[in-house]
């Protein structure tokens, strides 16, 4: 036997990033080196953790000149080359996201077993022979994916980048709405499966993307919108994975937007801080680590238009992400994760149209912990087991009890008066999981088997009380009391035009239970040829019907060298059961008055109900298909092309000859349409440039969504939904702006964003829907952000020092509009997203 031998380069990086390579180099054979003409080679590519590293690439040549030969790792991280000549070849192995590695002697003149280690990439401070790993066409990569890396995360230009979700945004077919709720290919957020390390995160009773998580902690966030395997479901909008970091066998520290700001708003004053703070390292070297990422702010959030003395909101948020990993054996690890969110918003929503007295206290909570076991057998099976816990809580309080009004105004309705909705909600979620990958098997090419199942536990506690809202005609006083809308004399001068009161909403609660399971095969039929088949089952408590999803894709390479692939999938995609659609009949009932010029009209009550019998699931048929190209210059083109097509969508209703008693249906039927080009470079050291337009379709034929707090009023009706937006085009880079002897070398990052305005709804005085649903649009947006950063050594520490504008045009981009057809003032626009000078500071670790 040999000794293990372990080679370290010398690149520097933040607290010392090191690349490690182990050899186990058995004699297998007692003949003489060069006398077995068929030599085999097995590679297994773990991270500095010892966890297996999948689809990594590894090449072996002989020499310069020869056509190197190419493998990709499996699930265990490994893969082989075989029928080798006995020689001394070269071995690189390269995966994105990782410093690439190479091993410039390898003897086939011993059967070889090579355990390699990967780096994750980090921000490099000085860089010696630590090489970026160059991005690749992954012919193991069947579903159609976008990601972006930790570093770029950090290095796209965005407004607000203490909120990871906003650079969700620059990620192709994916669109942020109004209220900063990511949409991957058209379809509802509660429609995507987001995962943090693997486990579900969305707020359980709506899936929301809620949790708040450090934007310095990130690996890597990925988006599956089509061709994603069996595993994965139920969601109809694909895959939003959030991949967060681990501590290795060195201490890092990170601290970010530490210097707190001001502002000039009838004098100076404190703006806001919003510091990061991320530390991570050995429990035990080579057994144990630990990470966490701290992340807070405090906003002082002050509107001139306000009266002095209440023209202020303090906004106080604070989250941590605290992570263990253990390796209990080189075949066992353990890993752990705890997050804590905790919001508290003084008058939540405040602005000029909504002043303090009507913006609610609003206090929010989350705790998600999880727990992780794998455990690799000899044989070439791995087996992981996890168990999660999510809890998300909100309170909304009012200022008293004064009457809630609602006034016309020429930039939209205006509010005065005690808000006029407390809730309290609980959604809590216990999942179960377990995966097991089989050794690959062989049978007319190569097999990769996984089976998995999952279980989950919903529960939504909810409890509502609401106080009437007075609606007042455009030009009318407020009431003197909160009925003064129905009793005013004489009966014919009501200055309202809609008087709205609520019954119900006492505390209840809501379960389900979901169980699914899954099998899968990829079978790589040649080195070109791979499909994927799967069979999906799922069963929950309200359904209560068991439910097939079959899936199937493939890709194929093109050519010898790899450089153009094409896929190909389809697949039965199943909807989940959200408690928040099954809750809505306990939330409560509206009673509306109606008058026109003074006088009492009519009065509608609204319900809700639902007949669990009668629901079934909503289902898509989504297919797709997608080429990769590498183009000359190292230009990476994608191309893909998504269609679905949505059944028995949930709906809420009106019977024929019904005006509010609305009844949970499967009547929606949803399509969406896309075809998505993007192009992207990338430099030396993590530089980048991307590019992509995208053009899609969305049309439902029930675009609405009533609810009790939904003051619209009208029957479904077709249309888009409000974050439609069939033109978008998308660009960001971080370059090297110039280099001088002085000042060295500077950085430069933007990002640009332009596409069609989302639509919206036309009411009249009574909140009545005008027309067809998003009959018209806000206009085109177009916003380009352009910083300069600089990084630099003082006091024995590594900076970062960041500035530059969002929106450095100007161009108006306007968030609010006067939708009502009766006011003098309609489809008047307001709210304009201006120029804004934005600065970040981050310090890096000691030199």
Known sequence: MFRPHRLRTSGICLAGCILLVHFSLAQTSTKPPGSNPSQKILVTVTDENEVAVPSAFVYLQASPQAVALRCVTDFGGHCGFSNLSSATYQLRVEKEGFYSLILPTIQTSLAANIDVTLSHQQEVREVVDVVESPPAIDPAQIAAQQTLSGLDVL??????????????????GVVRDVN?????????????VTLLDGFNITQP????????????????????????????GKGSGGLLMLNTGIGNDHFHFYATDFVPSFQDKGGWKFDQILPRLTFSGPLRKGKVWFYNALDGEFDNIVYTELPANADNDHLLRIGNLAKLQANVTSRHIVTAS???????????????????????????????????????????????????????????????????LITPETFGDTASGSYYLSAATRARRLQALTNLFLAPHHWHGRHDLKLGADFDRLIYDAQFARQPI??????????????????????LDSPCSRYSTFSGGLPSSTYNFESSAYAQDRWLINNRLLVESGLRLDWDEVIRRPLLSPRLAGTYVLDNSGNTKLSAGIGLVYDPTFLFLIARPFAGQRTDYFFTSGAETGTVLTTFSVDRNALQAPRFINWSLGLERKLPAAIYLKAE??????????????????????????????????????????????????????????????????????????????????????????????????????????????????RTGFPFNVTNDQQQLVGPPGARRFPDYFSLNLFLEKRFHLFGYFWEL??????????????????????????????????????RIRLLGRK
């Open 470 to 491: 007075s609606f007042l005609r455009q030009g009318q006083n407020p009431p003197t009391a909160p009925n003064t809308c129905l009793t005013n004399v004489p009966p």
């Open 155 to 172: 290095n796209i230009p965005y407004a607000a980048t203490h909120d990871y979700r906003n650079v969700l945004n620059f990620i192709p």
């Open 338 to 404: 705890f997050l804590v969110n905790h919001l508290h918003d003084q008058y939540s929503g405040l602005s000029p149209q909504n002043p303090e007295l009507s913006s609610p206290k609003d206090v929010e909570s989350a705790y998600l912990a999880s727990v992780k076991d794998q455990y690799y057998f000899k044989g070439g099976e791995l087996l992981e087991a996890g168990l999660a816990f999510d809890q998300y809580n909100l309170k909304w309080t009012p200022y008293g009890t004064s009457p809630y």
């Open 205 to 232: 009773a709506n899936g929301q993307l809620l949790a708040r998580i450090s934007t310095d902690a990130f690996r890597s966030i990925q988006v599956e919108p089509a061709r994603e395997p069996a595993e994965f």
């Open 802 to 839: 960041r500035g530059g504008f969002d929106n450095i045009t100007g161009h108006g981009n306007p968030y609010v509009v006067n939708s009502d057809i009766n006011s003098p003032q309609r489809f008047t626009f307001s709210a304009f997203e201006g120029r804004a000078f934005t600065s």
């Open 180 to 192: 900063g709720q990511p949409h991957v290919a058209g379809a509802e957020t509660y429609q995507t």
């Open 641 to 754: 092309f998504l269609e679905k097509r949505g059944s028995r969508g949930f709906a809420y209703n009106t019977p024929s000859g019904s005006s509010g008693n609305f009844i949970l249906e499967n009547t929606r039927d949803d399509r969406y349409d896309a075809f998505e080009v993007s192009l992207r470079h990338n430099f030396r050291e993590s530089y980048m440039l991307m590019g992509s337009y995208t053009r899609s379709r969305l049309h439902s034929n029930q675009a609405l969504d009533f609810s009790v707090d939904n003051s619209l009023l009208g029957p479904q009706e077709p249309g888009p939904y409000t974050w439609d937006t069939p033109n978008r085009f998308l660009s960001w880079g971080y370059v090297p702006f110039f280099k001088l002897p002085i000042i060295h070398q500077m950085e430069i990052a933007y990002s640009l964003e332009t």
